[in-house]
């Protein structure tokens, strides 16, 4: 390996290990609470040797952002050739929630930790195959043409949302109390495929 190559390969390097760095600092103390030169003492970095990487918080956020919204939406896109959208609709909630009890980090900065509003920059809005909510609530509306729920659910968005709280409840639980021996907790991921079967039965309708 050249001299230029190596170089290209330690930048890289350097540069994951500050967005790994940097997502567990953010997920467990809160981005507010985190600084640069936290995070490039965390690394054994000075704080001028991160800002060869990212101009300030903001840009690291964005990028963490556009990494972590974009592996969910692309679980997501992978469910596209699902025919069914109910169907295609209970695979995104078990997606959903492997995802979260796969990347607790991830998932704690994506979905329980407060954010500025740039963090998404880089993610196309309402872009299914880059945003994942666009693609849950395009699947809502394909079942909902097709009169596959009950009538009084005609708001896709609601709806869209109502499914989206059932799995991040499960999800976040776990994420947040899973460790807490108060409670004798069962399996996350069956607590998980249980309430997309539950949700759905509730909201769809009754087939002869």
């Known amino acids: ?20 760095t940097a997502r567990e ?9 985190v600084t640069m030169r936290a995070i490039a003492q965390r690394i054994e ?3 001028p040797a991160i800002y060869h990487h990212f101009r300030d918080k903001d840009d690291l956020i964005q990028e963490i952002c556009r990494r972590d919204f974009g592996a969910l939406a692309g679980g997501f896109t992978r469910l596209a050739s699902v025919k069914d959208p109910v169907e295609r609709l209970r695979r995104i909630g078990h997606t959903y929630v492997d995802f979260a009890l796969d990347h607790p980090n991830h998932y704690r900065v994506m979905f329980m930790t407060p954010l500025p509003k740039s963090a998404k920059v880089g993610i196309d809005h309402k872009n299914p195959d880059q945003d994942a909510y666009a693609f849950l609530l395009k699947t809502v509306e394909e079942a909902l043409r097709a009169g596959r729920f009950r009538p009084e659910h005609r708001d896709a968005a609601l709806l869209a949302q109502l499914l989206w709280a059932s799995v991040h409840g499960v999800a ?3 994420i947040a109390k899973g460790q807490d021996d108060w409670i004798e907790w069962r399996n996350p991921r069956t607590s ?17």
């Open 172 to 174: 976040s639980l776990h």
């Open 192 to 208: 998980g495929n249980r309430m997309v079967e539950a949700m759905m039965h509730g909201v769809l309708r009754e087939t002869a």
């Open 25 to 33: 600092m953010f997920a467990r103390d809160g981005y507010d609470a």
């Open 45 to 47: 970095y000075t704080p």
């Open 1 to 20: 390996m050249g001299s230029v190559d190596r170089r290209t390969r330690e930048r890289e390097t350097t540069r994951e290990r500050i967005i790994d």
